[in-house]
């Protein structure tokens, strides 16, 4: 008989063990295949928004080449820079030497705290001579902006002619002269010296700041409401000292006035000569009667 090959072969069988094992890897793979795949999109999310968010921060945080300061144009900043320095208390006007008989007032206790000097400056701004130099200012601005020399000429006289006392025609002249002597000094103009020349006699400060504000283009409005708060706030600086009172309850009358302020410079825009009155008649004796007081602090 032919010999028989004897062996061991292979089994090629998979058994359900090889299977469970194959199956476990082949979810792992796709788990972990997944999860890079998440990993990749979120990064690729980050960076679009990062690239995408910079240039946006920086335009944010630099100021726009076409529009700057909020659509200010150069000629408007210049009439703020020049505003705020005209009309800062570091100006020098002289102004802290008068109180505009607010002295007086004080010693006979017409004003004794912050409410009774908040009550007083509010008549003698709205009702006395506030609006009146409110008016007075406007009307020289007018004059110069429209090249109106001869009216320009009228408001001056009329201006000077106005103040009730002595002492009152002192402090408005001599700070209206100084103020015109440093504007022309440090910010001279062709319009400016054109306006002063037509000008005969003392130039009183309101007078002399719409002058000024005209000849350097700087509208009405914003000049109106820079003096009148620098008019407010060397009162109560005056106040502040004689009665006195502390710095915060300066202030306190200062935010008080505000609405005053603003309502005065709206009257004084569109007043005419025929408007022009005041019903203080105590401040206006109260400037009187510091010509003779004892003792005092301020020139008027």
């Not at 063990?17 to 199956?23: N, R, T």
């Not at 400060?205 to 009405?220: D, K, T």
């Not at 000292?241 to 709206?266: F, K, N």
Request: glycine share 6%; aromatic share 6%.
């Amino acid at each position: 008989m032919p010999a028989r090959r004897t062996g061991m072969r292979m089994s090629s069988t998979v058994t359900p063990v090889m299977i469970m094992h194959m199956a476990t890897i082949m979810i792992m793979v796709t788990i972990i295949i997944t999860i890079m795949a998440i990993i990749i999109t979120t990064m690729t999310i980050m960076a679009v928004t990062i690239i995408t968010a910079i240039p946006m921060l920086m335009a944010a945080n630099e100021p726009s080449r076409g529009d700057a300061f909020g659509g200010m144009t150069d000629a408007e900043l210049a009439a703020l820079y020049r505003l705020m320095t005209w009309l800062s208390p570091a100006f020098p006007v002289g102004g802290f030497s008068y109180s505009s008989g607010i002295e007086w007032a004080v010693e006979a206790q017409d004003i004794t705290d912050a409410p009774s000097l908040k009550g007083w400056l509010a008549a003698m701004l709205t009702d006395g001579s506030g609006f009146c130099d409110a008016a007075f200012l406007a009307q020289a601005h007018r004059g110069v902006e429209a090249d109106d020399l001869r009216a320009l000429q009228e408001t001056a006289e009329l201006a000077a002619a106005f103040v009730p006392s002595r002492e009152r025609q002192l402090e408005t002249s001599s700070q209206g002269r100084a103020f015109i002597e440093i504007a022309r000094a440090a910010w001279n103009c062709a319009p400016l010296d054109r306006a002063l020349a037509s000008c005969a006699g003392p130039i009183v400060y309101p007078v002399a700041v719409g002058i000024v504000s005209a000849a350097h283009a700087i509208p009405l409005a914003p000049a109106l409401h820079a003096f009148l708060h620098a008019l407010v706030s060397n009162w109560i600086s005056a106040g502040s000292r004689l009665i006195p009172i502390g710095q915060t309850d300066s202030q306190r009358v200062l935010a008080a006035l505000e609405v005053d302020v603003a309502a005065t410079a709206r009257r004084a825009i569109s007043a005419t000569s025929d408007d022009l009155g005041s019903a203080t008649f105590r401040a206006d004796l109260a400037s009187l009667r510091h010509e003779t007081q004892y003792t005092r602090l301020f020139r008027s």
